[in-house]
């Protein structure tokens, strides 16, 4: 079972489904990015300015991950 989070602020659930990733970076754009892993599965992923910068196309990367769900988005 994943993590269970609720703010009165901005009431959203934190999901642990997949909390792991390493693959290739495949492609970036307006802070996503998509990462193709070893079994040829693209995940895009949403990223914060800062690592979005810092990170650069065709490199191998691990990241920690975890699906938000909120009431107007998945």
């Not at 990015?33 to 691990?62: C, H, M, Q, W």
């Not at 975890?66 to 988005?73: G, T």
């Amino acid at each position: 079972m994943g993590e269970l989070e609720n703010t009165n602020e901005n009431r959203y659930h934190i999901l642990t489904m997949i909390s792991f990733i390493t693959g290739k970076i495949i492609n970036k754009n307006n802070n996503k990015i998509t990462i193709l892993t070893s079994s040829r599965v693209g995940y895009e992923i949403n990223l914060p300015p800062f690592l979005f910068l810092e990170l650069k196309k065709d490199a191998e990367v691990s990241l920690p991950v975890y699906l938000a769900v909120r009431e107007n988005a998945l």
